[in-house]
Nanobody, 112 residues
């Protein structure tokens, strides 16, 4: 059974940084595309960034140049480095493995 556990969320000031981690268990991530999504209150869940099994990354326009997705297949972990945070980045951030498996989410709040 696949389990994804996100961590690293919390409170940050505008302009600050956070690093999210998503540790997978139950199945190797090496052959899967992995993604980070977010959902703000009252809004639909949206793609933040994803990364192919080969390491090619794709970003939402709203985060390109500020966020970096990466993966460590040996640790079965995917990361999201978030820099230059803005209040509009406030949301619950979810990890996704392939097209099927989701984590429970981690809250990111950006506020003075």
């Amino acid at each position: 059974q696949v389990q994804l556990v996100e961590s690293g969320g919390g409170l940050a000031q505008p302009g600050g940084s956070l690093r999210l981690s998503c540790v997978a268990s139950g199945r190797s991530i090496s052959i899967y595309a992995m993604g980070w999504y977010r959902q703000a209150p009252g809004k639909q869940r949206e793609l933040v960034a994803d990364i192919t099994s080969g390491g090619r990354a794709n970003y939402a326009d709203s985060v390109r140049g500020r966020f970096t997705i990466s993966r460590d297949n040996a640790k079965n972990t995917v990361y999201l480095q978030m820099n230059s945070l803005k209040p509009e980045d406030t949301a619950v951030y979810y990890c996704r493995q392939g097209s099927t498996f989701w984590g429970q989410g981690t809250q990111v709040t950006v506020s003075p």
